[in-house]
Nanobody
Framework: QVQLVESGGGSVQAGGSLRLSCAAS?????MAWFRQAPGGEREGVAR???????KYGDSVKGRFTIAKDNARPTLHLQMDSLKPEDSAMYYC????????????????WGQGTQVTVSS
């Protein structure tokens, strides 16, 4: 298990930016950001594997950037050009099994941080 604590959520107007952070107790194979809007399924946003390979969900490509701080185990998500449809609870997750979008492979989850984008 990996302990994960998110921070950085908040409210912003459309077109604005937010930066989410996830403090991890250690790095493992795959670190990712998911999001879930009310009534919706948990959706993969961005992921980063232990080799530095990044993948993004189609809806956020070109707007979001995932990165890690090697000096301390912290994962960041820079979110630019935010849209109202980006509003959701954002979760940091870690997987030691595989690096993909399958929620079931992620055994460690943070408590979530809320992002609200107004039009």
């Amino acid at each position: 298990q990996v302990q994960l604590v998110e921070s950085g959520g908040g409210s912003v107007q459309a077109g604005g930016s937010l930066r989410l952070s996830c403090a991890a107790s250690r790095w493992i194979l795959c670190m990712a950001w998911f999001r879930q809007a009310p009534g919706g399924e948990r959706e993969g946003v961005a992921r980063l594997d232990i080799n530095g390979v990044t993948k993004y969900g189609d809806s956020v490509k070109g707007r979001f950037t995932i990165a890690k701080d090697n000096a301390r185990p912290t994962l960041h998500l820079q979110m630019d050009s935010l849209k109202p449809e980006d509003s959701a609870m954002y979760y940091c997750a870690a997987s030691g099994l595989r690096c993909n979008w399958y929620v079931g492979d992620y055994r460690s989850w943070g408590q979530g941080t809320q992002v609200t984008v107004s039009s």
